[in-house]
Nanobody
Framework: QVQLVESGGGLVQPGGSLRLSCAASGRDFSINRMGWYRQAPGKQRQLVATITSGGSTNYADAVKGRFTISRDNAKNTVYLQMNSLKPEDTAVYYC????????????????WGQGTQVTVSS
């Protein structure tokens, strides 16, 4: 069983920066795609950014040019550098892992982290 452990959320002023991290526990596996989603109060969970094991990235229009996703495949860890934060970025941010390869077998599975709160306010 893979667990995703997130860290790095908090309170920041508008225009500030935060860096989120998410590490997948366990050994001897690789993850196809990792990413970040967010859910604001009263709204549906939405894509923020994803990155494949090969480094291909995808961003929501709302964060392009401000957020950068990266990953360390050896550590099965994904990062989200968030700059120029706005109040509308306030949400619970969830880490996601999609597709797992272990022992030569590919598993169609999806894992979610527990979420970390990001609040942008003065």
């Amino acid at each position: 069983q893979v667990q995703l452990v997130e860290s790095g959320g908090g309170l920041v002023q508008p225009g500030g920066s935060l860096r989120l991290s998410c590490a997948a526990s366990g050994r001897d596996f690789s993850i196809n795609r990792m990413g970040w989603y967010r859910q604001a109060p009263g709204k549906q969970r939405q894509l923020v950014a994803t990155i494949t094991s090969g480094g291909s990235t995808n961003y929501a229009d709302a964060v392009k040019g401000r957020f950068t996703i990266s990953r360390d495949n050896a550590k099965n860890t994904v990062y989200l550098q968030m700059n120029s934060l706005k109040p509308e970025d306030t949400a619970v941010y969830y880490c996601n892992a999609d597709g797992l390869r272990a022992g030569g077998t590919y598993y169609l599975v999806t894992y979610w982290g527990q979420g970390t709160q990001v609040t942008v306010s003065s």
